[in-house]
């Protein structure tokens, strides 16, 4: 059963650094992306950005400046890094497998995050 | 940008009714970049529906999805009160790449 577990510091001064890491159990880090989604208090999903086996990454436009996603295959582990954070990056940070499925029959490709952690609630005060 | 616009907002339904959920896309999209999730309260998103219709290992079949070009629907059959949730749609392939609608709420009538 694969299980991802995010951890991190729940409280982050202004202007610092966010630093997350999500331990992948369960499941070879091969043949997917990783990556990263966040919903502030009370509201809807955000997509931050993932990461492939190879290193290669794709962040959300918005976020693009100051996020850093990295993998450690040799630690099954994911990392999110989100600099000069404000009040508006107090979220629950989760990481997903992203997975990317094509069906030779159709040749047709599939996106969807299949695997998801719990979360980790992250505040952003001084 | 492709931006996605879940309606109802709130949908208040009973157990055993159906509940329809739509999700429309601001310009048309491939259903195969379609997908659903569930999200309980204090919970992480789980996976309903990919590719527009298929059913994520293990949810039963009271889900289903269709829809193609700008409209898609979650159907949730004889609704059991584990099936009060928020519901949101996502699409692959826009700008960001991966992007999310503002969710449904279904809650008990």
């Known amino acids: 059963q694969v299980r991802l577990q995010e951890s991190g510091p729940g409280l982050v001064k202004p202007s610092e650094t966010l630093s997350l890491t999500c331990i992948v159990s369960?499941?070879?880090?091969?043949?997917?992306?990783w990556g990263w989604i966040r919903q502030p208090p009370g509201k809807g999903l955000e997509w931050i950005g993932f990461i492939d086996y190879g290193g290669s990454t794709n962040y959300n436009p918005s976020l693009q400046s100051r996020v850093t996603i990295s993998l450690d295959t040799s630690n099954d582990q994911l990392s999110l890094n989100l600099s000069s954070v404000t009040a508006a990056d107090t979220a629950v940070y989760y990481c997903?497998?992203?997975?990317?499925?094509?069906?030779?029959?159709?040749?047709?490709?599939?996106?969807?995050?299949?695997?998801w952690g719990k979360g980790t609630m992250v505040s952003v005060s001084s | 940008e492709t931006v996605l616009t879940q309606s109802p907002g709130t949908l208040s339904s009973s157990p055993g009714e159906s509940a329809t959920l739509s999700c429309r896309a601001s310009h048309s999209v491939s259903s195969t970049y379609v997908a659903w999730y569930q999200q309980k309260l204090g919970q992480a998103p789980r996976l309903l529906i990919y590719?527009?219709?298929r059913r994520a290992t293990g949810i039963p079949d009271r889900f289903s999805g269709s829809g193609s070009g700008t409209v898609f629907t979650l159907t949730i059959s004889r609704l059991e009160p584990g099936d009060f949730a928020v519901y949101y749609c996502q699409l692959f392939g826009s700008s960001p790449l991966y992007t999310f609608g503002q969710g449904t709420k279904v809650e008990i009538k």
């Open positions: 590719g527009a219709s």
């Open positions: 997903a497998r992203h997975a990317m499925e094509f069906e030779y029959s159709s040749s047709s490709f599939y996106y969807y995050m299949d695997v």
């Open positions: 369960g499941a070879s880090m091969n043949d997917f992306h």
